[in-house]
């Protein structure tokens, strides 16, 4: 039986519709600076990154794997459309690959290490994965949002949205998030009661508010920004 090896923590589908016309996608290393120039073939992944090694009874090496590949499909259902402008009722779908995306993060087990070191720093690969997946599973409700807006760039704009290998942005004692989902849309996510009984909506941001999201992008990345031009200026 073939094991897959290749493992992406930002999925190909979600990249995907960053890149140009042509297949290009930039990525922007916020550690060293570097700018690299790939696709979503390329980019957001690490060799063995979602493997058991040492795989429990009844469970294969790529049992969480084939579970996260599942989840991204109906995501990537929901967010074709709510691009082709048909809200779905019913976004959970995409809730839960949002906790996947934000909980399975490299970046974030170099800090927990850094920070938790005496808690964590015995962990086995297997078991962080574990925790990472059930961490994810345990809190997607909570990406559920009562009301949803769509941000869209119109055509002709030379502006355009960036997003990050943690691309959720999540405000902190605020009931609010962000989600690029294309260079030219942003989810705007909302769990404040007040807006319980409003429809999803699309908008068109003005050139402040985008460069605005850009600027939290930035400054909410774990570590990789990606971009459809060489550009990563707000």
């Known amino acids: 039986m073939t ?81 082709e402008g048909q809200f779905p009722a019913d976004i959970r779908k995409l809730a839960m690959a949002i906790s996947f995306m934000h909980h399975n993060q490299p970046r974030l087990r170099r800090e927990l290490e850094t920070v938790h070191p005496d808690k964590v720093g015995h962990w086995s690969e297997d078991y962080w994965l574990v925790v990472r997946l059930k961490t994810a599973l345990d809190n997607w409700e909570s990406y559920v949002p009562l009301y949803y807006a769509l941000n869209v760039i119109p055509p002709g704009s030379d502006q355009r949205f960036l997003t990050s290998s943690n691309p959720l942005i999540d405000f902190t004692n605020k009931p609010t998030m962000l989600l690029p989902l294309s260079s030219r849309h942003c989810l705007f996510l909302s769990n404040d009661p007040a807006h319980r009984n409003f429809g999803p909506v699309t908008r068109k941001p003005d050139a402040d508010e985008i460069a605005g999201i850009n600027r939290m992008t930035i400054k909410n990345a774990w570590q990789y920004l990606y971009s459809s031009t060489e550009s990563f200026a707000e």
């Open 3 to 83: 094991v897959s090896k290749r493992h992406h923590y930002t999925p190909r589908y979600y990249l995907k519709r960053f890149e140009t016309e042509a297949g290009a996608l930039w990525r922007l290393d916020s550690e060293t600076g570097k700018i690299t120039k790939g696709n979503n073939e390329r980019f957001g992944f690490k060799k063995r990154w979602n493997s058991l090694r040492n795989p429990p009874p009844g469970y294969a090496p790529d049992w969480a794997e084939k579970q996260i590949a599942v989840i991204d499909g109906m995501a990537s259902k929901v967010i074709t459309e709510i691009l």
